[in-house]
């Protein structure tokens, strides 16, 4: 299941995006991401006036560190993939710390704990290590690629989406 060695940017991209089509057995660790990304996303859309908390920011952290528990529960990684699956659980309880104890502004605590970048890391580190990339510049450039793209769709769709009746004047 291993990616071949010399792959191009925009072929990692494509196995990013089509990771839960072609291998339906990485839905029990990619489905909670997804989902989770599209409803957070698609809540924020709804309720433009709201804004994440210090408590979410604590639990989207805490996703970055049970999905890299998963990861070597269920995957047995090696190599680079092990060291992106330590990488996500020690960066969730670093940036869990932080956010807990309020040690850094909100703003920065909110940005780096959005829906966006904890669910879009977390989804892309998942498909890394279960398809056996190489963690190479091709796959960090695919990787930064992707994450930033998610979050443009993610943003695009929230434009357009109308707000909730409380925020526009009517009773709930």
């Known amino acids: 299941m291993s990616l071949i060695q010399g792959t191009t940017v925009e072929s990692v991209l494509e196995e990013f995006?089509?990771?839960?089509?072609?291998y339906p057995e990485f839905?029990?660790?990619?489905?909670?991401?997804i989902l989770g990304a599209v409803v957070i996303e698609l809540y924020f859309g709804k309720h433009k006036s709201e804004d994440l908390g210090w408590n979410t920011a604590v639990g989207n952290a805490i996703i970055w560190t049970t999905t890299g528990i998963t990861l070597l529960i269920t995957s047995n990684p090696s190599g680079s993939a092990r060291y992106a699956a330590y990488f996500l659980i020690l960066i969730g309880v670093f940036i869990g710390y932080m956010n807990f104890f309020h040690k850094w502004s909100a703003?920065?605590?909110?940005?780096?704990?959005s829906a966006g970048i904890i669910y879009s890391l977390a989804y892309v580190t998942v498909v890394v290590v279960k398809t056996g990339m190489t963690i190479d510049e091709t796959v960090l450039k695919a990787a930064a690629i992707f994450i930033?793209?998610?979050?443009?769709?993610?943003?695009i769709i929230q434009v357009?989406?109308?707000?909730?009746?409380?925020?526009?004047?009517?009773?709930?």
Do not use: M, Y
């Not at 357009?160 to 709930?172: K, N, Y």
């Open 17 to 22: 995006l089509f990771a839960p089509i072609r």
């Open 27 to 33: 839905l029990p660790t990619l489905l909670p991401i």
């Open 107 to 113: 703003e920065v605590a909110f940005f780096i704990s």
């Open 148 to 155: 930033v793209a998610v979050n443009i769709v993610f943003k």
């Open 160 to 172: 357009f989406q109308r707000p909730a009746q409380d925020e526009i004047g009517f009773p709930q």
